[in-house]
């Protein structure tokens, strides 16, 4: 098809595991849970920092009543 591709000049060839990454990817996953941030409609940024804010209590209180 003739598409250009570039490459990164950050990847150099070699792939490590980042700490403590799989906390940071379930607490995403955790997130795509609350239906309210499944679509990115919100006005402004405030109020989709809120609804984030919202849905990690909504969460963390769901695992303190198990």
Do not use: Y
Not at 35 to 64: C, G, P, W, Y
């Amino acid at each position: 098809h003739n598409i250009p591709v570039d490459i990164s000049t950050k990847i150099n060839g070699e792939w490590r595991i980042i700490a403590k990454r799989w906390v940071v990817e379930r607490n995403f996953a955790w997130l795509n849970n609350a239906r309210r941030l499944a679509k990115d409609f919100e006005i402004t940024v405030l109020s989709a920092e809120s609804f984030i804010k919202i849905a990690h209590i909504t969460q963390l209180l769901r695992n303190m009543c198990l």
